[in-house]
């Protein structure tokens, strides 16, 4: 007993002795990447150091981090596609956190020079799953509809679906469309479309990157259960002054930028100014729209105020008109504003944190005149303070957590078809706290397990406490990895819509009514990723999705006493492949999805009006000749499904109950449906191409762009006028114009 | 290069091919009935119509000229285990734009509804299938007023109103008329006139109101509306003595939880938030669609303060 006890004591002395020594060997590297050229951050650069086989990725605002260095000097090399790589000497000092910033050069410093934008290799050793990374250039590579926009490039993106060209709406693997967050800087827009839905409200200049996650996000992600768009905006140019205009047979623009002492601003800025060139896509032709967008960003870092602490300062205000002038029309109303600020900190120890605060409104309003329609107003009002700490241990194991409050103040406003004035008002706090770990130890297995704990909930009934979340990816070779991602999520601020209008108008946000428990899901995500060789890729991902408690109109609803919601039940899987090849002056990608959705309310299932089964998504772009690119996009999926006429029945109207009564009345005509989606619409499929130019004049850069919309002219249905079975089809063959100007 | 050429008059075959794809948004036709059946509980003749669901070239359910209508049903409704079958005979149609000028009904002139009284009705097709369905036939309500006569408290307050309510314990709709009734001396017999609720400026222009259809359990009739409709009795008159206000009479119509139910799905719900893309019409039909359903009517003599009828200047006896 003794004798066992010396050795432990002896063992564990020895294993403290070995950790001390070893620790004392070590030092760290540590940094900013950035770009030489306007001094904002590089995201995803591979920093490695090869004699000690240790390395690391910049994050989102390029920093990186690596532990456990021996001393000496070392060569460290910084790479990023689009940039030339760069080889730096830097001496490692024990016990000592070295801080080492770095500029890296793009490769296309000339016009003639311009590169495609490829994926990037370092994903490989990252635990996260179904998550993409869209830099500007890819969305300014998908042909534009009047012009580049954001929300379009989603869509061909594999598990990504629209109902329609008319639309920016999109539908990620079987969820409905408010189950998909869009953020900026973190902070959530509520109405991220302009003109009724036909694009977003984010200026392409503003965008340095979209962070996408399809599915099993980790847990410093939630309030959604389907996806997460994450808009990185750019910093603005710390090392001169640059501004750009923009004309696109619909908009103007502006956009600003240049230093500050310290740090750096941008400001843009949008406007319509015809809007007969919006009205192509709609139906209605007549729809005076009017719209603006502006946005703002700060960002300043001095180390004799604060060291190693940046903050930025950032805004973004969108407002969408349709004012008819016309007392016999309803005017419409939607405002977007938000304010942050922003403190990123890298400590003196390994640890560094984000601290941010955003104050975010949106007011949608209907305006019925004289019209019958009712006067609605939703007013949302959010008010978020998140705090994320990031500890890295000399494993290169990280440690994360964070503590996110949101008071919420969600307003509906209605007046029913008999004018009686009804107010939904909820207020309340989300305050969720969650706590991860990453395990990034071994070169072969990554992992990031962790979960968010819901301490409050802003709706009455509360989420399930726990939403854990597991991560894995397993590399058996440095050109293979292998997903695997299983997490919970809740949602409990959902629009009032009705996913079967085919365009809808007002959606309002509310949180979830008393009587309902906010929506949960829980998904299973496996895949792999193969670079076939250094330019191309596969993936494949499958997945499963269980959805409970999904808040749904009630259809059956005849009278007030019932509810206005009931809950609904859904579940979707399927696959999602995609290849993709990048080379220095062309690319091609492309990606199939398999998909199955379902919704089921009132014991009946059904497939929701968004359930595609198969989508083919092709693009490809080539730097051609002296500065001049040509891409194109052909898209396919099967048709949408509907509901069937399977007849007509002669509806009794009740008459005027003083006039004349009996059951005789009136009868008019009334369809009589089939089962519900059963049927399906012809299949979807347009190819769009554009050609751009980009070129300098005098002082100069210039962009010029083309796009022919549907080239070959498909007549892809839109949806048929039940009452004379006349098809209204989507875009026919539409060609647009843009020009860009930068000084 | 002649491979080529082939390859891109394929490609253009392919594409100039699929540019448009015939699409039928119907499918096969589906046979359904329909029985219309609402009760009258004031009334010894009660009708009810059966009817097929029809098909048509095209899309127009106008140009269907066959009348919907089955004539050769058992129907029969049971009340206190007392049967009562109706009659299959031939009635007015009110619309005959698109059929002839009689319709296939089912009439009864016996069954009188009893007030809460359960209702079962079953309707046997002629090829033997049976639909069938259930109504519960509402109360007559006591009205409650909120003082004894119209116009008692009319000079005490600036403004007002008279108000009517009424207790339900069910999901009814009640649609309420209030009714002055009167003589002039230059024109004999009783002459009648409604009460608007009220009046509404909308857009600097004056917008009557009437009682409308709904589930409030009381009316309210402001002064100023009754005081209008008192006045426009005797427009352009100078001796008003030569009129005499007799009672005034509110009905109250109503709508059974079914019948309620109906209407609301055709007409619009009576909801915070409506929304509807295919419309989903309320059915209480076993084995077909439909409604079956029952009102009731209440009535009730109103008085009139007689100063306040006095000072318009009409006589009261």
């Known amino acids: ?743 | 290069m002649r491979y080529f050429a082939l390859f891109l008059i394929s490609v253009m075959a392919f594409f100039n091919l699929s540019c448009d794809e015939v699409f039928a948004p119907k499918i096969p036709f589906e046979e359904q009935n329909f029985v219309y059946a609402s009760i009258k509980g004031d009334s010894l003749k009660q009708i009810i119509t059966v009817a097929r669901s029809y098909d048509v070239e095209g899309f127009n359910p106008k140009s269907n000229s066959s009348a919907p209508e089955i004539p050769g049903c058992i129907v029969e409704v049971k009340q206190a285990g007392v049967t009562y079958r109706f009659r299959d005979t031939l009635i007015e149609r009110t619309d005959t734009s698109r059929y002839g000028n009689k319709m296939a009904a089912y009439v009864s002139t016996e069954l009188v509804p009893q007030q809460n009284a359960d209702l079962q009705l079953k309707v046997t097709l002629p090829g033997g299938k049976v639909l069938s369905s259930i109504t519960r036939v509402p109360p007559k309500l006591f009205i409650k007023k909120s003082v004894f006569a119209i116009g008692y408290d009319r000079g005490k307050t600036l403004g007002g109103s008279y108000t009517l309510t009424w207790d339900a314990p069910d999901l009814y709709l009640y649609v309420p008329k209030l009714e002055i009734f009167y003589t002039r001396d230059d024109i004999p017999g009783t002459h009648t006139v409604e009460v608007p609720s009220r009046y509404r400026v909308v857009n600097k222009q004056v917008e009557i109101i009437y009682p409308q259809i709904g589930i409030n359990r009381w009316m309210t009739f402001d002064y100023a509306a009754i005081d209008s409709t008192l006045k426009k009795i005797s427009d352009g008159i100078e001796e008003k003595s030569t009129f005499r206000i007799l009672r005034a009479e509110v009905r109250l119509l109503v709508y059974d939880t079914n019948l309620a139910k109906y209407y609301s799905s055709v007409n619009g719900y009576l909801d915070r938030y409506s929304v509807r893309l295919d419309e989903n019409v309320f059915t209480n039909i076993n084995g077909g669609l439909g409604v079956f359903g029952a009102y009731m009517l209440t009535k009730e003599i109103l008085l009139f303060d007689l100063d306040y009828v006095a000072s318009f200047g009409y006589r009261v006896r």
């Open chain 1, 1 to 743: 007993m003794t004798i066992t006890t010396s050795a432990t004591r002896i063992f564990l002395f020895n294993l403290l002795m070995v950790s001390y020594l070893f620790s004392q060997s070590t030092g760290t590297l540590r940094g900013f990447v950035t770009d030489s050229t306007h001094g904002g951050s590089v995201i995803s650069a591979n920093i490695r150091i090869e004699s000690e086989k240790k390395g690391a990725s910049s994050d989102i605002q390029g920093y990186y981090f690596i532990p456990g260095i021996k001393p000496g000097v070392k060569t460290v090399i910084v790479s990023n596609i689009g940039y030339v790589t760069k080889e730096l000497q830097v001496t490692i000092t024990p016990e000592k956190i070295t801080q080492l910033n770095i500029a890296l050069v793009p490769s296309s410093l000339t016009l003639d020079e311009v590169s495609i934008t490829g994926t990037r290799r370092p994903e490989l050793t990252d635990p996260s799953i179904s998550i993409e990374q869209i830099p500007l250039e890819q969305i300014k590579s998908v042909p534009a509809g009047v012009e580049a926009d954001m929300l379009r490039a989603l869509k061909i993106s594999p598990g990504v679906t629209s109902t329609g060209d008319i639309t920016a709406r999109y539908y990620v693997r079987g969820g409905g469309s408010d189950q998909n967050a869009v953020m900026v800087n973190g902070a959530v827009l509520y109405n991220p479309f302009h003109a009724l839905g036909l694009f977003s409200v984010v200026d392409p200049e503003m965008i340095k990157m979209l962070e996408f996650f399809k599915g099993g996000f980790t847990s410093e992600w939630g309030g959604r259960l389907s996806s997460i768009l994450n808009v990185v905006t750019r910093d603005g140019n710390k090392n001169r002054f640059v501004g750009t205009a923009a004309a696109s047979s619909m908009s103007g623009k502006v956009s600003v930028e240049g230093p500050i002492p310290g740090g750096s601003f941008l400001v843009t800025g949008r406007k319509s100014y015809r809007p007969e060139a919006v009205q192509k896509f709609l139906n209605n032709r007549a729809a005076p729209f009017d719209f603006y967008d502006l946005s703002f960003k700060l960002n300043y870092s001095n180390p004799e105020f604060y060291e190693n602490g940046w903050f930025t300062f950032h805004g973004f205000f969108s407002d969408d008109k349709i004012e008819n002038n016309d007392p016999t029309k309803e005017d419409y109303k939607f405002n977007n504003s938000t304010l942050g600020m922003n403190w990123y900190q890298v400590w003196a120890s390994p640890l560094s944190s984000n601290m941010s605060f955003t104050y975010t409104t949106f007011v949608g309003e209907v305006m019925p005149n004289l019209t019958t329609s009712k006067p609605r107003k939703n007013v949302v009002t959010d008010f978020s303070s998140n705090w994320d700490f990031t500890y890295i241990f000399e494993s290169r194991d990280e440690l994360w957590a964070g503590f996110y409050n949101k008071i919420l103040n969600t307003e509906l406003k209605l007046t029913n078809l008999f004018g009686s004035k009804t107010e939904i008002d909820k207020r309340g706090l989300d305050m969720v706290a969650y706590l991860k770990y990453k395990v990034l130890r071994h070169e072969t297995v990554k992992i990031d397990i962790g979960t968010r704990l819901n301490i409050a909930s802003a709706s009455e009934q509360k989420p399930f406490f726990l939403e854990p979340r597991f991560n894995i990816t397993w590399t058996p070779a440095p050109i293979l990895a292998i997903r695997l991602g299983i997490g919970r999520f809740s949602q409990n601020l959902v629009t009032l819509s009705n996913e079967e209008e085919l365009i809808s108008i007002f959606e309002p946000w509310v949180v979830v009514p008393d009587y309902l428990k906010p929506a949960q899901a829980t998904h299973f995500i496996v895949g792999a990723d193969y670079y076939f060789t250094e330019w191309l890729k596969f993936s494949l991902e499958a997945y499963y999705k269980d959805i409970v408690n999904l808040v749904d109109i009630n259809e059956l609803k005849y009278t007030n006493l019932d509810p206005d919601f009931v809950q609904a039940d859904g579940r979707s899987y399927g696959v999602d492949f995609a290849f993709d090849i990048s080379r220095q002056n062309y690319f091609f990608k492309g990606s199939y999805s398999l998909g199955y959705s379902f919704k089921s309310k009132g014991g009946f299932e059904f497939p929701p009006r968004y359930d595609t089964r198969h989508s083919i998504n092709l693009q490809a772009g080539w730097i051609f000749y002296d500065g001049w690119q040509i891409n194109a996009v052909w898209r396919f999926s099967t048709g949408l499904p509907f509901t069937g006429i399977a007849g007509y029945y002669d509806k009794w109207n009740i008459p005027d109950p003083w006039s004349q009564w009996y059951a005789i009345g009136q009868y008019d005509p009334a369809f009589l449906y089939g089962a519900r989606n059963a049927q399906r619409l012809p299949s979807y499929h347009r190819l769009d191409i554009s050609l751009s130019k980009s070129f300098r004049l005098f002082f100069t850069k210039i962009d010029l762009d083309v796009s022919l919309l549907n080239v070959y002219d498909r007549h892809n249905i839109f949806y048929f006028v039940r009452d004379t079975g006349e098809r209204v089809d989507m875009l026919p063959f539409l060609p647009s114009a843009s020009l860009r100007i930068e000084i």
